[in-house]
């Protein structure tokens, strides 16, 4: 569960990192139009929350926490496309709103499995360890997005920003969603209390 936790707040920060400089800087999007873009995914996400709880008795925390990042990865894959031929605003709209779903249903069926496997007496123990391991999966993959999308720039563009320049960084993306996966894969099927 701790790893899951991990890659899963990796991926999710470094997707709020890479995806606006791509609109910003690879597509000429203004940052007011970039945000509204991304406001999308929250949506997405915010509309994942009240389903969680139906879905985790039904399913199991593994099933959605692995078919959330599954679904979060498939909300990536038409930026592939878009970073190679071309920006469509209605696709970039509605696969951060896929993903904002998919990436809305990793973190609580993960930190449920990771705080049901903890016996009562060790949970302020494991909050504390849970809490950490999330704080850093952030700064660790948001680090290695920036240096894979600085490396890619200046092989790409030395002089400024090209679309193609975040194929790299794209991809970098889909590997964190299959760690993600990996790891959520690994969770117990079901939480028993």
Known sequence: AATALFWADGLALSRQFLVPLYLISGCGLSAPAAGWTMAAMGFGMMCSFPMLGTLTEKFGCRAVSAGGSFLAMLGVLPFLWMVHSQYSPTLAVACLFITGIGQGTINIPSISAAYASVARDRLAVAN??????????????????????????????????????????????????????????????????
Do not use: E, Y
């Not at 997005?145 to 970098?172: C, E, K, R, W, Y």
């Open 128 to 193: 504390t360890a849970i809490n950490i391991v999330q704080r850093l999966g952030g700064p660790v993959a948001v680090t290695l997005m920036a240096i894979v999308m600085s490396l890619a720039q200046t092989q790409a563009h030395p002089a400024g920003a090209d679309p193609h320049s975040f194929m790299t960084p794209f991809m970098l993306l889909i590997v964190l969603n299959l760690l993600v996966f990996a790891a959520a894969c690994r969770l117990p099927m079901w939480i028993h209390q």
